[in-house]
């Protein structure tokens, strides 16, 4: 009966029946299957009214959302092809950076595709790389600052397996700044090859350029200072870029007439910021039904009577989570996986710090696979593009990260430099 | 029918729109009176961390409605991309069918989850457990936008962002 | 097993409390045979206190280790043995704590639940990222209030201190993003939640010896057969022997492990006005009483029971933690 009803839901997915209709009644079927009351969904949803992660997602997309109504990527188009414009790649080399930064901070949460695709797709398309190379790296950028402190996800493994999240944070850096490198340098390639038109070097031109875009490269210099310098949190943050935004566009640029395009720019906020949450809300009842029937540890003492040699168990394990970053929100599946697998690892004489490393890896590449990778999803909304084409798109980006985990994998050194002997 | 329908979409909307757009000017306000009262007064507003909170809730309900009435929630279509134009179209309304279903369910867990709350709470949490409301009302407005979906046919959607 | 106990705990894997919990599993299921057995839920994956209080309420789960939060939740007046600035020393505790037991145990029924056995979470303290001196300082800084706690709320609302209230599972997070920069509890938590990464100084003044309990839905309680039902209370009583004696232990050897991790302890019980915090208690005692969150005639009760006890020329009161009136 159950397999018959998840192929059903799949097919209706495929079909076009919103994802948080699928969740949701893939929900109700389990709450009904386990005898459980399906107000439990509800409990769950309902924390979400609790968490405070969420609140600077609706204002940094807010203020995303006036950028791209008020001409900030032309100015900043501009300012970028004034400064890194004679460099091939420069543009995306600058993107993957900002990115990899702003995850850092936003917590991987799906705010970087948001705050930042809408203003880089554009710029990029602009300069001449190939839509799918784009659409491809924003995509798969939307985690790549997971390795680098602050990020949540390393906070969260850290609490779950009793490690010192100092010692996590030097073991992120490493790996976090390889995958960056590889990535920068596939860039520099492709820009290469779809020869992106480089400028000349111009003092005149970069003056004018950073008189037009001066307003808006204070924007991320002002959230950086602000955050790590501990001036503002980052709801705070948010907010006041949400206020910054307004007043420069509407004040400053006159590009928003606040009587008539408030609302329209509050309405596509909410629209977009809507469609995204209400699938987390749905994503929750299922996963919490998915921990309550201990689906996860089946899956692993599996594991555990079929494996014999670390290397084998490294293999397995880079499979089991690639298929669990499919299919689980990062958060979930790190607080339920890590304390089933911890036992496990210190078997095989596995570090935990290296496996918190090679657990977020994975997951980061889950983040853009199908069924459920938060960056297609987020990323369909922003840019109006269906999944299968992002899931394409992305597949060249994926490849090089699935390299990298290998060689994160089976050098612990990468991860494990800061020790001692 | 059809005419009266329409105004009930409509008139859903616009409320709808106003909800999302309120409480996104609410939040930021919110916030970044936190930050004023914070730094100049050495003090908090009462309550302001956790109305915030319910406010992203709020944004996210009344979001989701608009998604749902231009029919622009997030999807896998990965079938539709081989289908003919027409069969997509056949498909609109039993998909429709299905969500209001899906909701309608949904939003009775979530008014009798409301009315434990509401029995269980707290004198001093019973504006939290108002709040709360947006739950079943989300719930309730998705479903009665895929029941104008099922009623209406497909229309032609405004074009994305 | 016949029986299956699904059991939630804030307690994170490998924890001292989870360790002794996952005994406590075993010996119910050595004991019945098999017949009973315990499902655990650890580290908080089944949600907040409320959360988890819901969860019972529709029966997806049936068990849990609830914290002074929790247990305020089913049954108010028993948070009256961890009301800050009351008790003085272990001693203490324990004598006012067996006399009001009974009362207690017949609460929790009254209220939907089998109190197992009772736990303790330790002696709780402010920990900061800045540097507190006194009451004053802490007015400047962003405290976490585990949200919808009314003990906790009418302290903070005593010591006029604007709180920042957050469920429990989000304070880790929000000591990173900023939101909080203040937290209080024990010094067992700080290290089993990992807090004391992200936090550099420790007030050295005790305020409150956190309670926690080992409870049952009662529906699930009277389903099972009689001596099943014997398992659960004689080894729950077991448990929480071995609970109460650990929780002390491992909160004396944490303050050592602190200590060397480099956290600075500062603001000496000594250091501040007694009056004060005299005062502050008992406004919110006030405010608690008033709104019979914890009923008056109990309150007044366990101050009696205490001046009772302290003016026996008794055992002995070693551990001092301060002396209070
Ligand atoms: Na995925
Ligand atoms: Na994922």
Not at chain 1, 230 to 254: K, P
Not at chain 3, 190 to 209: E, G
Not at chain 3, 267 to 275: A, G, I, K, N, T
């Amino acid at each position: 009966m159950t397999p018959a009803v998840i192929t059903a839901l799949v097919l209706l997915a495929a079909l076009g029946l919103p994802l948080f209709v699928v969740l949701g009644a893939g929900g109700l079927y389990a709450t009904h299957r386990m005898e459980l009351d399906p107000v439990v969904l509800i409990v769950e949803l309902n924390r979400l009214a609790s968490s405070p992660n969420l609140t600077a997602i609706p204002m940094f997309t807010f203020a995303g959302v006036a950028l791209a109504a008020g001409g900030a990527p032309q100015r900043l188009i501009r300012l970028f092809n004034a400064l890194f414009g004679w460099l091939p790649g420069g543009l995306a080399a600058v993107a993957l950076t900002a990115c990899a930064f702003f995850t850092a901070f936003s917590g991987a949460s799906g705010v970087t595709i948001l705050a930042l695709g809408g203003l880089l797709y554009p710029m990029l398309s602009c300069q001449g790389y190939r839509e799918r190379f784009c659409l491809g790296l924003l995509t798969s950028s939307g985690s790549l600052g997971l390795l680098f402190p602050p990020s949540l996800a390393i906070l969260l493994y850290g609490i779950v397996a009793g490690v010192n999240i100092d010692e996590l944070f030097l073991a992120g850096i490493v790996p976090g700044t390889l995958l960056l490198v590889m990535l920068l340098l596939y860039s520099i390639f492709m820009g290469c090859k779809c020869s992106v038109p480089r400028q000349g070097f111009s003092i005149p031109e970069l003056l004018r350029a950073v008189r037009a875009g001066v307003w808006d490269i204070l924007l991320p210099v002002g959230i950086v200072v602000g955050i790590f310098g501990g001036y503002v949190t980052v709801n705070e943050a948010a907010a006041c870029t949400a206020a910054y935004v307004l007043l420069l566009e509407s004040l400053i640029f006159r590009n928003i007439n606040l009587t008539r395009q408030l609302l329209p720019l509050l309405r596509d906020t909410s629209l977009l910021v809507g469609s995204i949450l209400i699938i987390l809300a749905a994503a929750m009842g299922l996963t919490n039904l998915l921990i309550d029937a201990q689906v996860p540890m089946q899956l692993l003492a599996w594991v555990k009577t079929h494996v014999d040699s670390p290397l084998e168990f490294l293999l397995l394990l880079n499979l089991f989570l690639l298929v669990v970053g499919a299919m689980m929100d990062i958060f979930s599946a790190i607080v339920v996986i890590t304390p089933l697998i911890l036992p496990l690892a210190a078997q095989f004489g596995i570090h935990p710090v290296h496996l918190g490393i090679i657990m977020l890896a994975n997951l980061e590449i889950g983040y853009s696979t199908p069924p459920v990778g938060i960056n297609l999803f987020i990323a369909s909304q922003r840019f109006g593009k269906p999944i299968l084409l992002l899931f394409r798109a992305a597949l060249p980006f994926l490849a090089i990260m699935l390299v990298w985990l290998l060689i994160v994998t089976y050098n612990p050194g990468l991860s494990l430099w800061w020790q001692k002997g | 029918m059809t005419e009266a329908l329409q105004r009930l979409r409509r008139l859903l909307v616009g409320f709808e729109t106003g909800m999302a757009g309120l409480s996104l000017l609410l939040l930021v306000l919110l916030t970044l009176g936190q930050i004023i009262a914070r730094n100049l007064f050495d003090t908090g507003l009462p309550a302001a961390d956790s109305l915030t909170r319910y406010l992203v809730l709020y944004i996210t309900f009344f979001g989701a409605a608009l998604a749902a009435d231009g029919d622009r929630h997030i999807k896998i279509d990965v079938v539709c991309a081989w289908l003919a134009s027409p069969w997509r179209s056949r498909l609109f309304r039993p998909l429709q069918a299905l969500g209001a279903l899906i909701c309608l369910l949904l939003f009775q867990a979530a008014l009798r989850f409301w009315r434990d709350e509401w029995q269980y709470a707290a004198d001093h949490e019973r504006w939290q457990v108002l709040l709360n409301l947006v739950i079943p009302v989300g719930f309730g407005l998705l479903c009665l936008h895929f029941l104008l979906g099922l009623l209406l046919g497909e229309r032609r959607t405004e074009p994305r962002l | 097993a016949d029986y299956t106990l699904k059991f939630a705990t804030l307690a994170p894997p490998g924890s001292t409390w989870m360790n002794l919990l996952e005994d406590w599993g075993r010996e119910i299921e050595r004991r019945s045979g098999g017949r009973l057995e315990l499902k655990f839920y650890p580290g908080g994956v089944q949600g907040d206190e409320p959360d988890v209080l819901r969860k019972i309420r529709y029966r997806q789960l049936d068990g849990a280790a609830f914290t002074g939060y929790g247990i305020g939740s089913i049954h108010s007046p028993a948070r009256v043995l961890e009301f800050p600035f009351l008790f003085d020393s272990y001693e203490e505790i324990d004598h006012v704590r067996s006399e009001l037991m009974a009362e207690i145990e017949t609460g929790f029924r009254d209220n939907g639940y089998e109190l197992l056995g009772w736990m303790e979470v330790g002696f709780v303290y402010f920990f900061s990222q800045h540097r507190i001196e006194d009451f004053e300082d802490l007015k400047k800084r962003r405290i976490w209030l585990w949200q919808g706690d009314p003990l906790g709320q009418a302290m903070f609302a005593a010591g006029d201190l604007a709180p920042v209230p957050l469920s429990i599972t989000d304070v880790y997070t929000s000591l990173s993003t900023g939101l909080i920069d203040t937290v209080y509890c024990t010094p067992l938590a700080a290290i089993a939640l990992q807090w004391h990464t992200r936090l550099d100084y420790m007030s050295q003044l005790p305020m409150a010896n956190g309670i926690g309990a080992l409870v049952v839905a009662k529906r699930f309680f009277d389903k099972l057969p009689a001596e099943l039902q014997q398992v659960l209370r004689e080894t729950g009583a077991q448990a929480s022997r071995e609970l109460i004696r650990a929780t002390r232990a491992d909160n004396a050897t944490s303050l050592e492990v602190l200590r060397e991790e480099g956290m600075e302890f500062v603001m000496p019980p000594e250091s501040l006005d007694r009056d004060a915090l005299l005062e502050m208690r008992d406004q919110a005692a006030a405010q608690l009483t008033e709104d019979s969150y914890i009923p008056r005639s109990l309150y007044e009760r366990t101050r009696e029971l205490l001046t009772e006890y302290r003016s026996t020329p008794a055992e002995g009161t070693t551990t001092a933690h301060g002396a209070h009136d």
